[in-house]
């Protein structure tokens, strides 16, 4: 696994230009495979329209301790992106107005961000009461001054949802990084100390599985099972629900498939499995993502592929709800991934 960025390391996909011009082209126009518009064009279901707006996603920086292999955020310790104090005061006078009801954050390690803590505090402030924070779990293990993390989470009931690949040492730290297991099985028993994942206890922490090739998740629940025996057997660990996210074929898991030439059958998979049900319920309906700098999206992929929102309040500096929730959604070839199967979401199955 490398040790950098895409970014860092010059790579030629860290351009979200040919991302697109890779999902545009190839088995797509070349009409082996029908683009993501035209299949949901099949079912009546294009344009892709927002419903209520119910969570506020924003991402802290791109900054983090890890350079996991299969990150569509192309994250690390040498992505330097940090969302800003002044951004994230415009964050908050979102939040008073909002008619979201969640406040995700993410990153990279959103943890990393200087300003986190006090940005969760004034957030509580002006009336966010759900609370969900994405972390790798390790951030906790990796300097003194995280080592509150789990006291400042159950503080403020923060939701904690944390990426695990697997029960076993070896396919985790295939995925995220020599030590990264054992590291996430001491912050896990560090969040079971404090009350999080404990039958019956409102600290929520629930745990996030990614496929460590070019696989689809099987099933959540079966998954979960699994998951919570292992865990608790080997270590003694509780969590609430495992979440099974499907990889969408952006970033470094678009250069990993295209490196090991999987990309072709990755994306044949994503396409057979295709299930317009997902397609009611997929994230970018009722969430609105916020980058580092401010620019709004309709979800984290997007984010990452540069797709703004097709509004003229594209920026949280002209953030207008109304005329936000007047706008065509908008969808690439990536978007297979959120809707093959079960579906798949920041929050797991959803069909």
């Known amino acids: 696994m490398s040790i950098k960025s895409l970014h860092a390391r010059n790579n030629d996909l860290a351009n979200t230009a040919r991302q697109l011009e890779i999902l545009s082209n190839g088995i797509f126009a070349e009409g082996k495979l029908s683009t993501f518009a035209k299949k949901i064009q099949e079912t009546n279901q294009l344009p892709l329209r927002p419903k209520k707006l119910e969570v506020l996603q924003i991402n802290l920086g791109y900054m983090c301790n890890q350079v996991c292999g299969h990150c569509h955020v192309d994250a690390g310790p040498d992505r330097k992106e940090i969302m800003t104090l002044e951004t994230m005061q415009q964050c908050l006078e979102v939040i008073k107005n909002t008619g979201a009801h969640t406040?995700?954050?993410?990153?990279?390690?959103?943890?990393?961000?200087?300003?986190?803590?006090?940005?969760?505090?004034?957030?509580?402030?002006?009336?966010?009461?759900?609370?969900?924070?994405?972390?790798?779990?390790?951030?906790?293990?990796?300097?003194?001054?995280?080592?509150?993390?789990?006291?400042?989470?159950?503080?403020h009931s923060i939701h904690v949802v944390s990426s695990m690949p697997h029960w076993t040492r070896g396919k985790t730290d295939k995925q995220r990084g020599d030590g990264v297991f054992d590291k996430s099985i001491k912050a896990l028993q560090m969040l079971n100390k404090v009350g999080y994942g404990i039958e019956g206890s409102d600290?929520?922490?629930?745990?996030?599985?990614?496929?460590?090739?070019?696989?689809?998740?099987?099933d959540q629940k079966a998954l979960e099972n699994d998951f919570k025996m292992a865990l608790k057997s080997e270590f003694h660990i509780d969590f609430h629900h495992l979440f099974a996210?499907?990889?969408?074929?952006?970033?470094?898991?678009?250069?990993?498939l295209i490196a090991s030439e999987n990309y072709e059958d990755y994306m044949y998979s994503l396409v057979e499995a295709y299930n317009p049900s997902a397609v009611e319920s997929v994230m970018c309906t009722n969430t609105l993502s916020v980058s580092w700098d401010g620019w709004l999206y309709d979800c984290d992929f997007n984010q990452m592929l540069n797709l703004k929102v097709a509004s003229k309040a594209n920026h949280i500096s002209a953030y207008n709800e109304a005329i936000l929730q007047d706008r065509n959604i908008i969808i690439n070839q990536h978007c297979y991934g959120c809707t093959a199967g079960a579906g798949s979401s920041c929050q797991g199955v959803i069909a």
């Not at 499907?246 to 470094?252: A, D, F, G, K, V």
């Open 245 to 256: 996210i499907t990889n969408l074929p952006i970033s470094r898991f678009l250069d990993y």
């Open 203 to 218: 600290l929520k922490l629930d745990l996030v599985y990614n496929p460590s090739g070019a696989f689809l998740p099987g």
């Open 103 to 155: 406040l995700d954050l993410t990153g990279g390690a959103p943890e990393m961000n200087p300003n986190f803590k006090w940005f969760v505090e004034e957030a509580a402030k002006v009336g966010i009461k759900d609370f969900i924070v994405r972390s790798n779990l390790t951030i906790i293990l990796a300097n003194k001054k995280y080592h509150d993390l789990p006291d400042f989470f159950r503080s």
